[in-house]
Nanobody, 119 residues
Framework: QVRLVESGGGLVQAGGSLRLSCVAS????????IGWYRQAPGKQRELVAV???????HYADSVKGRFTISRDNAKNTVYLQMNSLKPEDTAVYYC?????????????WGQGTQVSVSS
């Protein structure tokens, strides 16, 4: 079983910063990628940033230059440093972990953490 626990969300003014953390536990072997998604009210869940097993990163265009994803393998933790936050960044942020089981790939989700940015 795999468990993901996010933390670090909150209310911040525009221009401010937050750092999200996601701690993974359980049978976390053969990781393909781990990343952050977000879902704003009335919108679809979207990719924010992802880091793969080789350390390569990918960001949504809307957050490039403002957000940074990183990981600490020793702590089984992935971070999302969010700077220069904008009201449009307001959403529930979810951690996602992809694990390969042979030819199958399964994705796991955390419970989400709310980020609210006031103007």
């Amino acid at each position: 079983q795999v468990r993901l626990v996010e933390s670090g969300g909150g209310l911040v003014q525009a221009g401010g910063s937050l750092r999200l953390s996601c701690v993974a536990s359980g049978s976390i072997f053969n990781i393909n990628a781990i990343g952050w998604y977000r879902q704003a009210p009335g919108k679809q869940r979207e990719l924010v940033a992802v880091i793969n097993s080789g350390g390569s990163t990918h960001y949504a265009d809307s957050v490039k230059g403002r957000f940074t994803i990183s990981r600490d393998n020793a702590k089984n933790t992935v971070y999302l440093q969010m700077n220069s936050l904008k009201p449009e960044d307001t959403a529930v942020y979810y951690c996602n972990l992809e694990i390969d089981y042979g030819l199958d790939r399964l994705g796991y989700w955390g419970q989400g953490t709310q980020v609210s940015v006031s103007s």
